[in-house]
């Protein structure tokens, strides 16, 4: 999947923005900082999933003195179709979004239809963050390999709320539990769509991470569902019922899952520096792409913000040369355009930001 034109209006401090990337290869945005390059990526980002990665608030999203911003596309398929795809927002938080000249009633089929991967600071997460960095790092892979798996997580996530609520509300045990059935159901189909992920990823995960550290270690994936993997989930659920009821949540199930990375057996964040963090969570990044294709034979789109930042130019040279394998569209953004075309040896775009306005070349 790749984008062959890209009109973006009052978005941040791109007023009016038009261009052409390369469907396949890298595209190389640059420009001092403030100059647009990040928001030239959000805007991507969000016609995509429908948010920002950088901000919740779309006062903060549409540029001054507008009502609305808009980001129109034309998507190259899988198929070697063009298609039609955009999103407009409001400052009053109303939306339009339209697929193929249809309106929309949600972001999910934009989603579906260009994935895209985000490579930036934030990427630390992924070791040194919380388990629901990780969670969301799995369910991106589940969504676009597993069709109903939208829903599951919508049927997942209501019953999870609807037995916390009735737990914070103290009612009898008898109408909890018929919340409690259909957690249980949905938590497990949910789990095994997880579990079922994580097999088909860990190969391609270990060796994608073997090409980007060649130092001898020993990496270890360990995918934890959320409760003891020696019980099942419905003893679990009747074991905890009193503290449950107690503290008003649900403790155990999906919504506590992990997935732990260890090197020669201790995390992963404590025993890599700061730099080689940055590698390694690339290196989980672009094996996702790389399992994405292997199985449904779509490239996501790669969003690389400031690329250069801590890491050396080997490490540098590394990442760029994985994502060529990739053959997926790629933007990468970067004050010196120089640190990075030494690094290229496939077909590039460049593109200048210079105060909200983009030009080719």
């Not at 037995?163 to 789990?191: C, D, M, P, V």
Request: charged share 25%.
């Amino acid at each position: 999947m790749a984008l062959i034109r890209l009109d973006i209006a009052n978005f941040r401090n791109l007023t009016l923005a038009e261009l052409e990337p390369l469907p396949s290869g890298f595209n190389m945005i640059y420009g001092n900082n403030g100059s647009g390059k990040t928001s030239l990526l959000e805007a991507i980002h969000f016609l995509s999933v429908g948010r920002s990665f950088r901000s919740s608030q779309t006062d903060r999203i549409i540029s001054n003195l507008s009502e609305k911003f808009s980001i129109f596309a034309h998507v190259l398929s899988h198929i070697r179709q063009s298609v039609p795809i955009g999103i407009e927002k409001n400052r009053d938080k109303s939306s339009k979004i339209r697929l193929g000249g249809e309106d929309q009633h949600s972001i999910a089929e934009l989603t579906r239809l260009i994935p895209v991967r985000l490579i930036n600071s934030q990427n630390y997460s992924l070791l040194d963050g919380g388990p629901v960095f990780r969670r969301k790092y799995l369910d991106w892979g589940v969504f676009y390999l597993k069709n109903d798996f939208l829903s599951l997580w919508q049927r997942y996530d209501r019953a999870l709320k609807q037995r916390n609520a009735a737990l914070r509300g103290k009612l009898s045990r008898k109408e909890i539990e018929i919340w409690t059935l259909e957690f249980l159901e949905s938590a497990l189909l949910f789990n095994q769509a997880r579990l079922e992920y994580v097999q088909v990823l860990t190969p391609v995960l270990l060796e994608m991470l073997a090409e980007v550290f060649n130092s001898i270690v020993e990496i270890d994936i360990e995918y934890q569902q959320g409760w003891d993997s020696e019980f099942d989930l419905d003893k679990v659920l009747t074991d905890s019922y009193l503290k449950d009821a107690w503290l008003g949540y649900t403790q155990f199930g999906p919504h506590k899952a992990d997935l732990k990375v260890l090197i020669n057996g201790v995390p992963a964040k404590d025993f890599l520096s700061r730099g080689q963090q940055k590698l390694f969570v690339c290196g989980m990044i672009l094996a996702q792409g790389k399992l994405l294709y292997k199985l449904v034979k779509k490239h996501p789109i790669f969003l690389v913000d400031d690329l250069p930042s801590e890491l050396d130019s080997n490490s540098l040279r590394k990442v760029m040369g994985l994502l060529e394998q990739q053959k997926a569209q790629v933007f990468v953004t970067a004050i010196d355009l120089e640190v990075i075309k030494e690094f290229l040896s496939c077909s590039s775009k460049m593109f200048h930001v210079k105060q909200g306005t983009i030009i080719q070349g």
